[in-house]
């Protein structure tokens, strides 16, 4: 008995250990956006004419790095110990953020956002490959949806970074979570364990995986795979466009302070956000022992709830009713994110998951990052954030729609080789 019920205690163990990791994955890149005003207001290239578009840029920098390097460290990943990945990830950024706590110039600013670009994507596709790798069919996406919720959870906190900011100092903001960070990557050190019994252990030189090959992909859906990208780029644009200038839009708008600004944007969606993982993780899982394409099904529903939600977000009159789109986009968001990693993994075996995710992430984070400061030179320029917001409600729809066309033909891809 002890025998069949320790792995299913392993597999969630490993989900609550990288929960928290999650969590500072985002608090520390999200507080930048939430502690706008009080960063603006120390560095002169923040300020003037040109103040919203250098902002942008500041934020940018990270997503272009970020993106760049996620494909790197998905390969990486596949081929190495994933645990010591994970916690050599967690430590840099989190001395990155304590870092820029104490940074005066601007210039020292941006190429610290940059480092920490480099050292967040290691992350994602390590951890959510092994998460993967932990959990099959049943527990799958609600596995994955748990870990993301960790996400949402830390995009939350970044709006009380505002307010720490506001109340006390933007700097003791990132002093406190970078010396938390390298903290916990102690923590994982003692605690955290590789999946040992799965292709997804890395390989003795010179031996060959029966899933993957030196140098190839069999087993890929490569048409599939192509398309998931797509699906994933497309709704990243609004989705770095409401991480990134929601608290700005609700400035403008509703002329609110940073904190109440910070508090609206990030607890709202990602309080949603927090709510639809969990949910499109369960309901994913269960559409999809009942049919192949349950996931798929899961995470379109959540990006069709997304489109009016966006229009809504740029054009509602009122700020409950801008809180109540953004609350809905949240939900719809989450239930789309959390299946994303599970739906790769009916497109591509395990050996190429974290690799498969790292492209994943490079396009849609890169769609983020040229987004990003072309709405702050709008903005520059005269046209509202409201009308950027709004027009962002097109591509979800486009991916919505190819979500709908994607269709995968078995459950796991690769898993008969461990039957």
């Known amino acids: 008995m002890a025998e069949t019920i320790r792995p299913h205690i392993n597999a969630w163990l490993v989900v609550a250990l990288l929960f928290p990791v999650a969590l500072l994955n985002y608090l520390d890149r999200q507080m930048l956006a939430t502690m706008g005003l009080s960063i603006r207001a120390d560095f002169g290239e923040l300020q003037g004419v040109n103040g919203a578009e250098n902002f942008g840029r500041l934020m940018s920098i990270f997503m272009w790095v970020y993106a760049f390097c996620s494909p790197v460290s998905g390969f990486i990943a596949d081929r190495v110990n994933r645990k010591w990945l994970i916690v050599f990830s967690l430590a840099v950024w989190s001395a990155v953020t304590l870092a820029m706590g104490r940074v005066h110039d601007y210039p020292t600013l941006y190429w610290l956002r940059a480092a920490m670009g480099v050292s967040e994507a290691f992350y994602i596709p ?9 959990h099959h069919g049943a527990t799958r996406s609600l596995a994955v949806g748990i870990h993301m919720s960790g996400i949402y959870l830390g995009q939350a906190l970044g709006g009380v970074g505002g307010w720490v900011a506001q109340d006390i100092s933007w700097r003791a903001a990132f002093g406190s979570c970078g010396f938390i960070g390298v903290g ?35 087993g890929v859906r490569w048409l599939g795979f192509g398309l998931l990208i797509l699906c994933f780029c497309l709704p990243s644009l609004p989705g770095w466009a409401v991480k990134n200038w929601l608290p700005t839009l609700l400035q403008d708008r509703f002329m609110l302070d940073q904190k109440s600004s910070g508090l609206y944007a990030t607890l709202t969606t990602a309080s949603a956000g927090f709510g639809g993982v969990l949910l499109g993780g369960k309901i994913a899982d269960v559409w999809s022992r009942r049919n192949v394409r349950g996931r798929t099904w899961a995470s379109a529903a959540g990006l069709l709830l997304t489109v009016p939600a966006l229009a809504g977000i740029g054009f509602a009159p009122t700020l409950p009713l801008v809180v109540i789109c953004a ?43 040229y987004l990003t400061p072309l709405l702050g030179r709008l903005k520059d320029q005269g046209t509202p954030l409201s009308v950027g917001f709004a027009m962002c409600a097109i591509p979800a729809l486009i991916a919505a729609t190819l979500m709908l066309v994607l269709r995968p033909k078995e459950r796991d891809c690769g898993a008969e080789i461990f039957q």
């Open 184 to 218: 916990y990557a102690v923590v994982l050190c003692l605690f955290l364990r590789e999946r040992t019994d799965t292709a997804s252990v890395p390989l003795a030189a010179g031996a060959e995986s029966p899933i993957l090959p030196a140098n190839n992909y069999p």
């Open 327 to 369: 609350a809905i986009y949240g939900l719809g968001f989450g239930m789309f994110d959390a299946n994303n990693m599970p739906i790769l993994c009916q497109l591509a075996p395990a050996r190429f998951r974290a690799t498969g995710y790292g492209l994943m992430n490079f396009a849609g984070i890169a769609a983020g990052a």
């Open 126 to 134: 390590a951890g959510l490959s092994l998460i993967a790798d932990y």
